[in-house]
């Protein structure tokens, strides 16, 4: 009986398994070995050039720029894209009217093809035909040529990040917030917590902390793996201002066909979002729960 | 096995075995582009060889093209016959993907009397080889809105033919104000445009032997001043090539300095928002000057000798004068068989009543390929060149500054000499 159970749930776990192996570890594995070799695509065999590749990257200013780039991005969108999550899903629970119509709004974003949405925002932000810059004209300002200047171009990638995480934050805040229920702030005004920002910040916010630590984590991955915007907006340009990781790894192996560098990239790349999922577990995961 | 009773029966088999239609796949990229021309000859060709049939595979652009062709090689080529990009060619005849065309051209006897001019069978020819056949050729022209033109004050019918002359007409059109811009000169793409000025100052990439750079000298450096003067004098805006296509069309550019394959689409957004006209780049040097050609070219991959048989004949057709014709009408490229050009039968009533198409065929004399860079980082190198002329365009750093770093990035990435 037991055996047969125990049979049962190799076999009832075992399409799964064959999927991760084939379409997940396998894959993983071979990137791994390819960023080992000098692999271009078109030009076999590889060879062996153990950590040459690492050591390119390591010298490689491309690369540390795209790195920053990325580090830059990060910075910006993901605190923004959570503090606005969480404003926004606060500001639409508390209200009275237009719950549902505020939340589809700034969900849309979410829903939309990233791709479409980029051609929209180079229109608004087109420098002599956009919207934006015709606005600013009318105040008197000049604006910007927001996406091909490279004093700009990495704010303009930013904030159309934010745009589009935004919403999707929200929603995951009002699940959180839901989930608290409404006598502990009622029981804290009793008890003297007569503001608003008081009743946030000793109730609301202490309980939100297992839904701030998961939108946090996923919303730096998220915007780690910035892509879409780059690719169909800037190319990486003017000058590499705008080139992130996915997108430096896209050019070094699919336009360049340096796939050994490119997939040591992708293995930089792999280790910062292991680390990120790891401070998620590991490090933060038992501080924020109430047991 | 063959006896009295088999015999008749293979008799009535045998003809339809050698009927048995030989299936060929044709990679092309840009069908936006492309897509009518391609199937016009398909068309004309099913007539003339019945027992061939075509499959076409497209890519959206050419470095999809690239891609797929490459990934095939590592596995399994499906694709008998790719149209690449000229710059594309020497990576695919250096990783002996591309076949050797001269001995099937030979075969069929005087490439010239066939209208295989030597200019042209030079487009295709890289390591060593004939690489492929030109099949499309296109060259930069000056597209340009003959109303803000005639607003500046300048005359449409009589445009400036040196640089200087443009400059200050654009300047004066930037200066109708209301986000009016003078000019866009399409740099950002490739080094395709700049290699327009560094050949129109009759200079040239690499040295004979491609071991150094050869455009770190006074030709070079010529070639990036204009580009800092087209910002300092004619005022040009920091613009990226779609965003300047996108204001030109919507009336709000002056000039845009940029292929004659981009001619069909401009005139399908422009519409009648403008009058819009074309012009031939301006001359930099008189003598010495050139002008780099752009386009595609198709190369022989398949190995199995009816499949090859098959797409040659399919290339050869589409390259002979009356599919070079087909082309034209359908593209508004420039032609690649010297007969569609000298005789006029083929092609003089299209021109006739497309004058915008004709800029570019009266450049054709002063082309010259594309250079492609030898070695593995051939792509890379292009790229570089591109992200030091944006250091320019944005006035980050002076022409002599951006030539020396631009030659020192590119020297890194030849192909070093093996010992």
Redesign the interface.
Known sequence: MRRGEHLAGWLLTLPAAIAFVALLLLPTLAAVTLAFTDYELGAWPPAWIGFDNFREMWTDRGFGQSFRNTVLYVAIVAPASVLGGLGLALLIESAARGRMFFRAVFFLPVVSLTVAMASAWQYLLHPTIGPVNALLGGLGLGGPAWLSSSDTVLLSLAFIGVWEAVGFNMVLFMAGLTAIPKELREAAAVDGARTAWDRFRLVTWPLLGPTTLFVVTISLIRSVRVFDTVAVLTRGGPNRASETLLYTMYTEGFTFLRLGYSAAITLVFLVIVLGLMLLQTRVLDRRVHYG | MLNRRTLPLLALVAPALAQAPTEITVQYAQPVIFKDSYDAIAAEFARREPAIRVNFVTTANY?EGM?L???Q??TTLAVDLSYQGFNRLR??AE?G?AQDLTPLLRAEGDPAAMGYSPTMLALGHFGGMQAGLAYAASNPICFYNADLVRRAGGNPDAMPTDWPGMLALSARIKALGG???GMHYAW?SDDWMFSALLFGHGGRMLSENEQDVAFAGPEGLGALRLLDRMVKEGGM????R??AQ??FA?G??GMIFWTTAALRGTMQQVGRNFELRTGPMPIIDEQRGRLPTGGAAGMLIARDRAKRDAAWKFLRFSTSAEGTTLMVRNTGYVPTNQLAIDEPRYLAEFYRDNPLFQTATRQVAISIPWYAFPG??S??VT?TM???Q??I??Q?ATPEVVLAEMAAEVRRLLPRPRG
């Open positions: 470095e891609q062709i490459l990934r090689a590592a990576l695919f990783r993907i986000g009016i811009e950002s805006a920091n613009l990226s779609e965003a996108q204001a919507a709000r550019l593995a980082n792509v890379r790229q591109v992200n030091q944006a250091r365009v944005e980050q």
